[in-house]
């Protein structure tokens, strides 16, 4: 967190300068190439540090010849359930009401039940939601682009 800390102090002073209509546009932005990255992480099935994620375990139907390869959060990655909200002073990136609890389960690696009489089962933590060095430097050049505009 140092460094979102660091990023935060210096281009403190160069954004409460804009006013709120241009800084809820440029929080706008930031918060749909933001999902876009986190969709892309998503979709090849990686941390956002990059490293791949937990192979999800063999089902005894689909582990025999044939057997059919689903890619994992293949409907959690798009726009209606990965959502983007933007104010003055915040970008956030949520999952929708109905998805939040799984993702979070799948998130944190936690416990839950997959059917309703099912038994629990212990899920591998997957982090699908993230910063990392590359998404720092995509937020700062495009701050930098809205106030040198």
């Known amino acids: 967190m140092s460094e979102l800390q660091l990023i935060n102090d210096r281009l403190e002073a160069l954004i409460s300068s804009l006013s709120a209509p241009a800084r809820k546009e440029m929080a706008r932005s930031i918060g749909r190439k933001l999902r876009a990255s986190q969709q ?35 409907k959690l990655r798009t726009a209606k359930y990965m959502k983007t ?3 003055p002073n915040e ?25 309703r009489k099912g038994k629990e089962i212990q899920y591998e933590a997957r982090q ?17 682009n809205v106030i040198k505009d």
């Open 40 to 74: 892309q992480n998503i979709k090849r099935q990686q941390a956002p540090d990059g490293t791949p994620f937990k192979p999800r375990k063999t089902q005894p139907v689909r582990s025999k010849k044939g057997r059919i390869k689903c890619e994992m959060f293949a």
């Open 85 to 87: 909200q933007a104010s």
């Open 91 to 115: 970008a956030v990136i949520e999952f929708a009401g109905n998805v939040q609890r799984m993702a979070r389960v799948h998130h944190f690696g936690l416990r839950d039940r997959p059917a």
């Open 128 to 144: 699908l939601l993230g910063i990392n060095k590359g998404t720092l430097d995509m937020i700062e050049a495009l701050i930098i």
